[in-house]
């Protein structure tokens, strides 16, 4: 089994969702370096692309015909300005051209060039999509490329994940290896034996920086999300709320930049119930931004992007355990954890409903949290354990098929969960444990596999289906 880096788990992202925008828009990526291999973009006389399955289905909520145009014209998800993203799309769709890869202009007809076929699905994974140019001399190349969850793209030929990753020195597949390799190197934080596989990709500073960087990146999309007023796209009218939980919260306080709202949190009133409001806040500001396009941290997908943010965060303006330290040994520990529900689970919602998005990301700020808090290995694994034991059967049953009812509240929950099962594991003996974190993965993935496909992020199933609004 291959290794993962914990970046490949936790990463910079673009909104709405990982498998539906990320995925479609790395695959399309993938394509043109595939006609580039093949004759060349200046070749091309017409490009095509086709979304079957949960991708059609909710393709259009969830951003899937916008990722796989921008990525046809050469745009990439983490440089790109967003506030032009909706510019950029009607100069395609009025226009009827598309800028091929930023090099050649083609005819591109929506609907006709681009299809969403809800009808029909392909047979490797749900999240199904054939991409095809024909050149200027008749010859033509397809690809079947299949998003699996978190950005990640797979053909049935080769998985993406595998070509990017090495093995590390002390693989850790399972929970069980990762308890193992830190007795066997006498080590007494999760977090010390995480520094020494990701050596495998890059020396410890490098790793240290790009924590730092995401770290960054979190706080920056929490700031935008507590300022931005209005309601999120997508036809269902639903308001933003992090403005009027940040207003409520601090009251008459008045503040001019990031830095100063920050202070202000830490010197305010820090009873229980104000640190847990506070806890919602910084989740809604997260998976609102999500919900509109915005810059996130896919961890470990777009649709759970709001959890570790808000724990990470409570972690740092309500705890002792605040030092840019504790801030790289939570993202390695949560991003190690994530690895091991990708390769021994899920992380689609397609593949697993949303206990695969929002209970994984419980269980990696869970994780996380309880490192940075002083606990033990045992309980850091616990602590895993409990947050994803209490989202298993979790459906994915968007309305509308966006990112928003119940995907947005849903992150808060998780955060809440995450929290509390960080402080039952600090105060529990892992020894006597009845359930160890390899044994909810693998009931996860077992509920995931009898989980009627109408709960696999569909919208034919529960709220999707209850709350009776056609796709926006």
């Not at 004759?39 to 949960?54: A, D, H, T």
């Not at 190197?185 to 520094?195: A, E, P, Q, R």
């Amino acid at each position: 089994m291959q290794s993962i880096s914990v970046f490949e788990i936790i990463k910079v992202g673009i909104g709405p969702s990982s498998s539906h925008t990320m995925g479609p828009w790395n695959a399309a990526e993938m394509f043109l370096d595939l006609i580039r291999r093949t004759q060349s973009i200046q070749q091309v006389k017409e490009v095509f692309v086709e979304f079957f399955g949960s991708l059609a289905k909710t393709g259009i909520g969830h951003g899937t015909d916008i990722a796989g145009m921008l990525g046809l014209a050469g745009e990439n998800f983490i440089s790109i300005d967003t506030n032009t993203i909706n510019d950029k799309i009607a100069t395609i769709k009025n226009e009827q051209k598309i800028h091929l890869g930023g090099e050649k202009t083609i005819s591109f007809i929506y609907g006709q060039h681009l299809i969403l076929n809800k009808s029909k699905s392909l047979d490797f994974h749900p999240n199904g999509m054939i991409f095809r140019a024909v050149f200027e001399n008749g010859e033509e190349i397809s690809q079947d490329y299949y998003s699996v969850g978190g950005g990640f793209v797979a053909t049935q030929e080769e998985n993406s994940i595998e070509n990017n990753c090495v093995r590390t020195l002390y693989p850790c597949h399972h929970g069980e290896d990762i308890k193992k390799n830190v007795e066997k190197l006498g080590l007494s934080k999760i977090s010390d034996l995480i520094f020494i596989n990701e050596e495998s990709w890059r020396i410890r500073e490098e790793t240290e920086k790009q924590a730092l960087f995401i770290w960054q990146q979190i706080k920056d999309c929490i700031y935008k999300g507590v300022n931005k007023e209005g309601i999120l796209p997508g036809g269902l009218q639903v308001k933003r709320r992090a403005p009027e939980f940040n207003r409520r919260l601090l009251g008459e306080k008045v503040y001019k930049n990031k830095e100063e709202w920050y202070q202000m949190i830490v010197e305010s009133n820090r009873d229980f119930n104000q640190i847990m409001r506070w806890v919602s806040c910084f989740a809604l500001a997260v998976n609102e931004e999500n919900a509109s396009f915005g810059r996130i941290i896919t961890a470990p997908t777009n649709g759970a992007s709001g959890v570790i943010p808000a724990v990470l965060m409570y972690s740092q303006l309500f705890t002792q355990s605040k030092s840019d330290d504790d801030v790289i040994r939570f993202l390695l520990v949560a991003g190690e954890i994530g690895t091991l529900f990708k390769k021994n689970a899920t992380i689609s919602a397609a593949m697993g409903g949303c206990q695969a998005e929002i209970g994984v990301s419980s269980a990696m700020a869970a994780a996380g949290l309880t490192e940075i808090l002083g606990g033990s290995p045992g309980q850091v694994l616990m602590a895993a354990e409990i947050a994803m034991e209490h989202h298993l059967g979790l459906t994915c049953d968007p309305i509308g098929g966006l990112v928003q009812i119940p995907c947005i509240e849903r992150n808060s929950m998780g955060a809440m969960k995450a929290i509390t099962a960080s402080q039952i594991a600090l105060d529990s003996d892992p020894e006597s444990a009845k359930v160890s974190l390899d044994a909810v993965i693998q009931s996860m993935w077992d509920t995931a596999q009898s989980m009627s496909e109408r709960f696999k992020e569909t919208s034919e199933g529960g709220l999707a289906i209850s709350v009776n609004v056609p796709e926006c």
